[in-house]
């Protein structure tokens, strides 16, 4: 008896396991206006495919910390610092759909 273990090969361990979603809208199908179409929500507690690299000062990290302490100890909510980050994302970039030219974002980046 062979004590070789048999695995499965890269093309079953690396397909698709939901559909492939339609390029385009079907003819028939208006796409959904501003109003009608539902705010984005961050991803919050799942396991995540991409990853980004965000390099922050001390300071930021310290604030960002603490905020995470924060909440913790006055909301009752335990949160890792990369929740919070994609909270803070999902609220700017909100206002920033909602708003344009008259966001924080913009007014933010604009007072250099």
């Known amino acids: 008896m062979s004590r070789r273990v048999s695995l499965p090969a ?7 396991t939901a559909p492939a979603p339609p390029d385009e809208p ?3 199908e208006e796409p959904p206006t501003e109003q009608q179409r539902e705010p984005k929500k961050p991803s919050g507690r799942v396991r995540h495919d991409e990853k980004m690299t ?6 930021e ?4 910390e603490h ?3 924060v ?3 006055s909301h009752g909510l335990a949160v890792d610092r990369g929740r919070l980050v994609r909270e803070a994302i999902a609220m ?10 008259d966001s924080a974002l913009v007014r933010r980046l604009t007072e250099e």
Do not use: I
Request: glycine letters at 2%; charged letters at 35%.
């Open 10 to 16: 890269a093309d079953d361990l690396f397909r698709p």
């Open 26 to 28: 079907r003819a028939a």
């Open 54 to 59: 965000v390099y922050v000062t001390s300071d």
């Open 61 to 64: 990290l310290l604030d960002l």
């Open 67 to 69: 905020a995470r302490l």
């Open 71 to 73: 909440l913790r100890r």
């Open 92 to 101: 700017v970039l909100a206002d920033f759909e909602a708003h344009g030219d």
